[in-house]
């Protein structure tokens, strides 16, 4: 059964940044297009940010130029660089397959970012 297990999270001043982690126990993981969301109490779930097998990221708009999504891998591991962190950034956060690209595992409990002053 796929696990996935996401870190990092954390609270931040408005600007700060973090770096969150996920570790896939996905064999091929290689082969997934990979995903962040997030959820903010009482909102739906939404993709942040994704990556293809190849490298290739797209960001939702209000993510762009502030988040970074890479991938190891070899490793099994899946990152969030977020820069500039906002209020609103303020959620739960967790990793899964790009469901553009066919269903999600089974959700990890997610890592949780809150932007404080």
């Known amino acids: 059964q796929v696990q996935l297990v996401e870190s990092g999270g954390g609270l931040v001043q408005p600007g700060g940044s973090l770096r969150l982690v996920c570790l896939a126990s996905l064999n091929n993981f290689a082969f997934n297009r990979m995903a962040w969301y997030r959820q903010a109490p009482a909102e739906q779930r939404y993709l942040v940010a994704a990556i293809t097998p190849s490298g290739t990221t797209n960001y939702a708009d209000s993510v762009k130029g502030r988040f970074t999504i890479s991938r190891d891998s070899a490793n099994k591991m899946l990152y969030l660089q977020m820069n500039n962190l906002k209020f609103e950034d303020t959620a739960l956060y967790y990793c899964?397959?790009?469901?553009?690209?066919?269903?999600?595992?089974?959700w990890g409990q997610g890592t949780q970012v809150t932007v404080s002053s």
């Open positions: 899964n397959r790009d469901t553009r690209s066919g269903s999600p595992f089974k």
